[in-house]
């Protein structure tokens, strides 16, 4: 069975966010292909999300799993600019 674009986002945003644009050019880079021609809505292979996380170097089955509490996953630019802001104050 194959999935769709909204299975596949669904899927993915246990791990990491993205959006539908971003979606595709996951496709792109990770080089999936649609499982047959002009179908609406596009399917995609079972495999995909998978495919992605290795793509992106996230282990797929594990981060699954462990990220339902978001423990693994990647942290945000608001994230990132509140550690650097705090670590230069601290100096």
Same mark, same amino acid.
């Given at each position: 069975?194959?999935?769709? *674009? #909204?299975? =596949?986002? $669904? ?8 959006? %539908?644009?971003?979606?595709? &050019?996951?496709? &792109?880079?990770?080089? +999936?292909? %649609?499982?047959?021609? @002009?179908? !609406?809505?596009? @399917?995609? %292979? ?5 495919? +992605?996380?290795?793509?992106?170097? $996230?282990? #797929?089955?594990?981060? =699954?799993?462990?990220? =339902? #509490? !978001?423990?693994? @996953? =990647? ?5 990132? &600019? &509140? *550690? !650097?802001?705090?670590?230069? @104050?601290?100096?």
């Amino acid at each position: 069975m194959s999935k769709t *674009v #909204g299975q =596949i986002l $669904l899927q993915l945003h246990q791990v990491k966010t993205c959006s %539908p644009t971003q979606l595709y &050019r996951y496709f &792109r880079a990770a080089k +999936i292909k %649609p499982v047959a021609v @002009r179908q !609406r809505p596009q @399917r995609y %292979p079972d495999d995909t999300v998978e495919r +992605i996380l290795a793509h992106l170097g $996230l282990d #797929g089955e594990t981060d =699954i799993q462990q990220t =339902i #509490g !978001r423990v693994n @996953r =990647i942290p945000g630019m608001n994230e990132l &600019r &509140r *550690v !650097r802001a705090k670590a230069g @104050r601290a100096l």
